[in-house]
C-alpha cells in the first residue's frame, strides 16, 4: 500500500511538469520526462477494493473509488469511511468519484430499481451494469438495452 501511494505521487510529479524529479522512499528520479504527457497533466487515478486500508488509501489519494462484489450495506458503510477519510487528509469527499457495479455483488438485482438505488443512495456517482454484445459486432441491441437500462433503472432512482 505504501508503495502503490509512493508510485501514484511519482506519477503525479512525472504528468505535472516537462522535466521532472521525485525523492521518496521507494521511487526516486532526477530530471525525468515523461512524453507525451496528459494533456490536462493529469490521469484519474482510480482505486479499487472493499477492505478499510483500500478504501482509506483511496480517500488520501484517488480521484475516483471503485469497488467490486461488495454488498448494497457494505458499500454505505465504507463509501462513508472514503469520505470520512478524504476529510481527515483535507480533501473535499466530492472530489472522489464513486463507480459501483451492483451487479458484481448480486446479478439478479442488477436492473431491480429498489436494489440499485441502496447503491445510488449511499453515494454511487456511476453504475455499472452488464450488457451482451451481438457477436456480429451490431449494436442496435446493446443501444436498445443501454436504453432499456435508462428508462427501468436509472429514471426510478
Partial sequence: GRRLEEC???MRALWAEPSASYAGKYWSFTNVSCNP???E???PIVLGGNTDPAVRRAGRVADGWFPYTISPDDF???AELLRSTARDAGRDPASIEITVWPGSYDWRAE???TWVRRYADAGADRLIFVSPVAADGNLGPLRDDIARYHDD???QL
Fill in 76 to 78: 454505505a458503510t465504507q
Fill in 8 to 10: 501514484i505521487d511519482a
Fill in 111 to 113: 436492473r431491480d430499481p
Fill in 153 to 155: 433503472v436509472i429514471t
Fill in 37 to 39: 504527457r496528459p494533456r
Fill in 41 to 43: 497533466h493529469a490521469v
